[in-house]
């Protein structure tokens, strides 16, 4: 079990929103602390899990993998975030696979603290909120994935991987190939432009933001 008044930054999170202080300090106790220093599953595709995660620092890599295995990033979880909720009050198998990036921290809350600790009445429109930010979030992608070029495509995928405080990302070009629609190949070629114009830096399957005002001009606005 955890003490709340080490995590007092989470009660902002979008999930604890309409809860009281003392609701606040009661789920949060009832959660326990993983400190991950390196790369962890904490939730696995196809799995049962019987809670779900909040980010307390450090960042999450949420990825699908279909049938073919081929790998999707479909999202990057900040501090603030929960994961595998849905799953845990639903019983059903977790949708995507979730690994902690380096030095993360996240507090397993079971399904049961979640129900004894929030009435139904906040609950449900939390759920409800986070389910709608997921939905917009995929409406987002797909609207790219239709009317948008390949590199308005690829400028707009990693803005959502990154942050001015969070500004790289671990993904292959063969990732990204899948992501956005196009070749391996034609991926180096973009990723090699942005690179020459200083937006980006380029590690072993890693990319660094450089400059992410000027990553934004290139990238369609997404309302």
Do not use: W
């Not at 009661?26 to 019987?50: F, H, N, Y």
């Not at 993360?104 to 930010?133: Q, R, W």
Request: hydrophobic content about 40%; aromatic content about 4%; charged content about 20%.
């Amino acid at each position: 079990m955890v003490d709340p008044l080490d995590y007092a930054h989470l009660f902002d999170a979008r999930i604890l929103t309409g809860l009281s202080k003392d609701q606040k300090h009661a789920l949060l106790a009832s959660c326990t602390a993983r400190v991950l220093k390196s790369p962890t599953t904490i939730l696995r595709q196809g799995e049962q899990t019987t809670g779900g995660y909040l980010v307390a620092s450090g960042r999450v890599e949420v990825n699908y993998v279909d049938s073919s295995g081929n790998q999707v990033i479909v999202h990057i979880a900040s501090a603030g975030e929960m994961l595998g909720e849905v799953e845990a009050l639903s019983g059903r198998p977790c949708a995507c696979s979730c690994l902690t990036m380096p030095d993360t921290t996240v507090l397993f809350c079971p399904a049961k603290a979640l129900c004894t600790h929030m009435p139904s009445e906040v609950l449900i429109p939390n759920l409800c909120a986070l389910l709608h930010d997921r939905l917009m979030r995929e409406n987002r992608n797909k609207a790219a994935d239709h009317y948008y070029t390949a590199q308005q495509r690829l400028r707009l995928y990693l803005q959502q991987l990154t942050s001015e405080s969070e500004d790289a990302v671990r993904i292959s070009q063969s990732q990204l190939g899948v992501v956005i629609g196009c070749s391996r190949q034609t991926v180096n070629r973009m990723l090699g432009e942005l690179r020459d114009e200083g937006i980006i830096e380029l590690g072993r399957n890693a990319v660094r933001i450089l400059d992410q005002a000027r990553l934004a001009a290139g990238a369609p606005v997404m309302e």
